[in-house]
C-alpha cells in the first residue's frame, strides 16, 4: 500500500510559476512509476507527467511539454511537478499517483492516487 499526499496548489496569474509536491508513504517509493494527472471543469482527467523509475527518464503530454518539468527524490519519497508559463487552460485539479505496469499515461495504469490539489490560473 502507498499513500500519496499532494502540496497545497494555490491561485497563480497567466505566466506564473508553481510547484507542486507529492509525498508518499508505505511501500518502497523508488519501485513505481510515478505520474501527475489533472482534471479540468467538466473535463476528463487526463495526463500530465510522469517518471519512470529506475531509468530517470520522463514523459509529458504535449500540451505541457516545455513549460511543466517532473522531478523525484527518492531519498525524500517525494515526486515534484515544476509548473511554469502557466496557462488559464492548466486550471484543475491535480493528482499525483503511482504504479508500476501499463501505458504510461493512462490513469488505469495507477494504482494509488493523492486526494489532488487544486490550482488555478487567473488570466
Known amino acids: 500500500q502507498v499513500q500519496l499526499v499532494e502540496s497545497e496548489g494555490g491561485l497563480v496569474q497567466a505566466g506564473g510559476s508553481l510547484r507542486l509536491s507529492c509525498a508518499a508513504s508505505?511501500?518502497?517509493?523508488?519501485?513505481?512509476?510515478m505520474g501527475w494527472f489533472r482534471r479540468a471543469p467538466g473535463k476528463e482527467r487526463e495526463f500530465v507527467a510522469a517518471?519512470?523509475?529506475?531509468?530517470?527518464?520522463?514523459y509529458y503530454a504535449d500540451s505541457v511539454k516545455g513549460r511543466f518539468t517532473i522531478s523525484r527524490d527518492n531519498a525524500k519519497n517525494t515526486v515534484y511537478l515544476e509548473m511554469g508559463s502557466l496557462k488559464p487552460e492548466d486550471t484543475a485539479v491535480y493528482y499525483c499517483?503511482?504504479?508500476?505496469?501499463?501505458?504510461?499515461?493512462?490513469?488505469?495504469?495507477?494504482?494509488?492516487w493523492g486526494q489532488g490539489t487544486q490550482v488555478t490560473v487567473s488570466s
Open positions: 499517483a503511482a504504479g508500476n505496469s501499463g501505458a504510461i499515461a493512462a490513469f488505469s495504469s495507477y494504482d494509488y
Open positions: 508505505g511501500r518502497t517509493f523508488s519501485s513505481y512509476r
Open positions: 517518471f519512470i523509475r529506475g531509468l530517470g527518464t520522463t
